[in-house]
């Protein structure tokens, strides 16, 4: 079941990974990394569905941090359909305005997020 991402962001991350990384190279890979979490960019979550060309690409990052131990968090979440590609996907936390704006604190998340799936608001 997909998580808030706050869940993800705990004390005990030290390490979180970007992709796509930044326009520098990394020097190691995610194995000699072992980062506590991996985000995916909003670029490969926007629109993402159905026959998507970008599907195998976030699916074998997914799977890969995965096999490695490493948690997964999608970005830029902004619709129900981009919500439940990336949960049928096994991403572990997302983030996004249809999950929630916004705030200067914690609020939830959106009537509409909890609705698809009551059981993130544990």
Known sequence: ???PV????GR???LILSF??????LDASPAELRPDLVKLDRG????LQGDD???PLVTALIRYA???GIRVVAE??????ELRTVAELGVDCGQGYFLGRPAAGLTGLSREAAALWPGLTR
């Open 1 to 3: 079941m997909l998580s």
């Open 6 to 9: 706050r869940r993800c962001y």
């Open 12 to 14: 005990e991350n030290k």
């Open 20 to 25: 796509p990384p930044a326009p520098e190279p």
């Open 44 to 47: 490969l979550i926007r629109d």
């Open 53 to 55: 060309p970008r599907l």
């Open 66 to 68: 995965h096999d490695l």
């Open 76 to 81: 830029g979440i902004e619709t129900e359909a």
